[in-house]
């Protein structure tokens, strides 16, 4: 049986450091700062991942680091505060792979659960567009395009559903 782990909980406000107390939200009790007048949410953490196409070839990028290292996944990460989920994913892009993408468009979004962080929501983007050299960069220790039929197996369920969404529209 595989060991959960549950998300950090709130317990003092990031912002001045008061003990949080349990309120109700007008929905349900949540963690909340009486001193700043703000509830603390559970949100998924959002990331985004991106499918560039090579004529009938996909791009997949080899992992350098844990979750799922040495496994085959499309290239992406978690979005930063202050990004939009596009901006994300071209940093995300040109970190791992070298290239600079342009024209990106929303193939769909999917959450899964995750055991660190409670649920992860990745948009993933089709790219109409890239430049540059392709080269491994940070979390990256190879990249590849690979014909439909010998992709690698996937270790994250939101990138085999997103993928198959883009199969399903080419």
């Given at each position: 049986m595989p060991h959960e782990t549950k998300p950090f909980p709130w317990n003092y406000c990031p912002v001045c450091g008061t003990a949080l107390s349990r309120e109700h939200d007008g929905e349900k009790e949540r963690s909340y700062c009486a001193p700043c007048g703000r509830y603390f949410y559970r949100n998924p953490l959002p990331a985004v991942c991106c499918l560039v196409a090579r004529d009938d070839e996909i791009l997949l990028v080899q992992r350098a680091v844990e979750p799922c290292l040495g496994g085959w996944s499309l290239?992406?990460?978690?979005?930063?505060?202050?990004?939009?989920?596009?901006e994300a994913a071209a940093r995300e892009m040109h970190e791992e792979t070298g290239l600079r993408v342009k024209g990106l468009?929303?193939?769909?979004?999917?959450?899964?659960?995750?055991?660190?962080?409670?649920?992860?929501?990745?948009?993933g983007y089709s790219v109409k567009k890239w430049s540059g050299d392709l080269r491994a960069g940070s979390d990256a220790m190879d990249l590849r395009f690979f014909p439909r039929d010998e992709r690698p197996v996937l270790p994250f369920p939101a990138h085999v559903e997103l993928l198959g969404l883009y199969d399903a529209r080419q």
């Open positions: 290239p992406g990460g978690f979005v930063e505060v202050g990004e939009t989920t596009e468009r929303l193939i769909g979004v999917s959450t899964q659960k995750s055991r660190h962080y409670g649920a992860v929501m990745v948009l």
